[in-house]
């Protein structure tokens, strides 16, 4: 089977299987109730066995990039989410936030904006919120419908003021696998989408430690990995290519595409 879902196949299933037998795996043979097994369903086929994830050009030549992802009801919610990749950081820094509660936690909004920011839980739960219904599909072939409660990204960088040399966001995390700090990156246009949230519920009750706590992103438009989990900072940039492997994120850096678009 195909777990990672893109067209340079062969490459990167070994590179992965590498990586994995590193010993940063685990959860990867679990299923939970209600979290579906993508394999041989026609999504899986379309999305992963031919061409990989969606590229910029297909998913823009099918809908415009601000359509919305497909929304469910809460009878289609999975009684458990499953929880992937990181799922109890043991990282210092962020043992220390968990020990208090996420109480000095801050999200910082910093790079290329007019008024760098310094967001409290507190802060962020008294913003607007958007509160949706989606199915994560992880590229390891499964997939799982949650509610997520968040703040819109768009209003978080609307009051930081992006500046017109950013191009691009890039979501800092607190955990590291293997040797790096997990990050991720997105274009603006999918930053300002009206499903790309700032989530800090998920199904009525604060995120999980396991799916991120004390906030993660949902980009409703892309793979499971693009769904950066264990929030430090947002930054502004106009390329990502001088960060860590220079491909926009963890798994990218390790082969994955880096649009990754469903
Ligand atoms: N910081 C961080 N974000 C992450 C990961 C991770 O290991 N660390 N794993 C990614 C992958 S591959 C998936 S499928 C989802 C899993 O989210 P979940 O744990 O809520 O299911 O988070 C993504 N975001
Ligand atoms: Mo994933």
């Known amino acids: 089977m195909n777990d990672h879902g893109d067209n340079d196949r062969g490459d990167n299933d070994r590179g992965r299987r590498r990586f994995l037998a590193g010993g940063i795996a685990g959860t990867g043979a679990l299923l939970l109730a209600g979290c579906d097994k993508l394999a041989g369903t026609p999504w899986f086929s379309s999305v992963l066995d031919q061409a990989g994830p969606l590229t910029e050009a297909a998913q823009s030549a099918i809908t415009p ?4 992802a497909r929304e469910y009801t809460r009878a289609d919610i999975a009684p458990v989410f499953r929880p992937n990749g990181s799922i109890d950081p043991p990282d210092a820094v962020y043992r220390a936030h968990v020990a208090n509660g996420f109480a000095d936690w801050r999200l910082a909004v910093r790079g290329l904006v007019e008024r760098p920011l310094q967001l409290s839980l507190a802060e962020l739960r008294a913003m607007p ?46 955990d590291t696998l293997a040797d790096a700090k997990y990050y991720e990156s997105c274009r603006l246009v999918d930053a300002f989408h009206p499903q790309s949230i700032l989530a800090y519920e998920l199904n009525d009750a604060p995120l999980p430690i396991a799916n991120g706590a004390p906030l993660r992103m949902r980009l409703e438009r892309k793979l499971g990995y693009k769904q950066a989990k264990y929030l430090a900072a947002i930054e502004l940039v106009d390329s990502y290519a001088g960060i860590d492997g220079g491909k926009g994120g963890f798994w990218e850096d390790r082969g994955y595409d880096w649009f990754g678009g469903i």
Request: charged content about 20%; hydrophobic content about 40%; glycine content about 8%.
């Open 65 to 68: 990039a601000n359509a919305l």
């Open 129 to 174: 919120s958007r509160t949706q219904i989606t199915r994560h599909d992880c590229v390891e072939g499964w997939s799982c419908i949650g509610q997520w409660k968040g703040v819109p990204l768009e209003h978080v960088l609307q009051q930081a003021g992006v500046k017109p040399s950013a191009r691009f966001v890039v979501f800092r995390c607190m």
